[in-house]
């Protein structure tokens, strides 16, 4: 069965640092781009940042110096790392993977940066 399963996120407080992982089933985990998005309530979702295959990354302007994203192929897994968090990095985070004629969703996780 093909999978992204998301898990890593939680409450924390403005300045913490949190780690999303989400790892893939049922596919070819280093042939697919992968990359994390986010959607806030009542807004539309927005690309965090992507790992490409080469592992090259590229990222969002709101998170640049603050997110690292990184893969290990061997464990079918890709991270998020999340430092400095401000309140407006609250969202739904999700998973994606990417290839020719294919595109995988994980089911997401909240990340709520409160005092």
């Known amino acids: 069965q093909v999978m992204l399963v998301e898990s890593g996120g939680g409450l924390v407080q403005p300045g913490e640092s949190l780690r999303l992982s989400c790892t893939a089933s049922?596919?070819?985990?280093?042939?697919?781009?992968m990359s994390w998005y986010r959607q806030a309530a009542g807004k539309e979702r927005e690309l965090v940042a992507t790992?490409?295959?080469?592992?090259?990354?590229n990222y969002g302007d709101s998170v640049k110096g603050r997110f690292t994203i990184s893969r290990d192929n061997a464990k079918n897994t890709v991270y998020l790392q999340m430092n400095s968090l401000k309140p407006e990095d609250t969202a739904v985070y999700f998973c994606?993977?990417?290839?020719?004629?294919?595109?995988?969703w994980g089911q997401g996780t909240q990340v709520t940066v409160s005092s």
């Open positions: 049922g596919v070819t985990f280093s042939s697919y781009h």
């Open positions: 994606q993977g990417s290839r020719a004629f294919r595109t995988l």
């Open positions: 790992i490409f295959t080469g592992g090259s990354t």
